[in-house]
């Protein structure tokens, strides 16, 4: 099981990215989706997060409650980070976190992508 992340980049203060985070591998199921991020010389933080199921609940960091949103694709094992309003202090590595139970697993196991660079400057 792999998590391949993807979206971030350079973007102006005020402006918007999209994050994508793909599980892939031998998955029966998936539980909690998360966005993670780390600043240079900062703790890593969770972003944001959501639940399994139809309409998964959502948790936010304080920080971006209002201009983030975080959802998924149950079908295609994936989950998103759209970002709005972005402000310089949002710049940081963003990485995506699942709870998965693998094909013939006994407990499910925690993965996590590499991360992906997100900058906001002028």
């Known amino acids: 099981v792999q998590l391949q992340a993807s979206g971030g980049g350079l973007v102006q203060p005020g402006g918007s990215l999209r994050l994508s985070c793909e599980a892939s591998?031998?998955?029966?199921?998936?539980?909690?989706m998360g966005w993670y991020r780390q600043a240079p010389g900062k703790q890593r933080e969770l972003v944001a997060a959501i639940t399994s199921g139809s309409g998964g609940s959502t948790a936010y960091a304080d920080s971006v409650q209002g201009r983030f949103t975080i959802s998924r694709d149950n079908a295609a094992n994936t989950v998103y980070l759209q970002m709005n309003s972005l402000k310089p202090e949002d710049t940081a590595l963003y990485y995506c976190n699942a709870d998965i139970w693998g094909v013939g697993a006994v407990l499910s196991e925690d993965y996590w992508g590499k991360g992906t660079q997100v900058t906001v400057s002028s």
């Open positions: 591998g031998t998955i029966s199921s998936i539980n909690t």
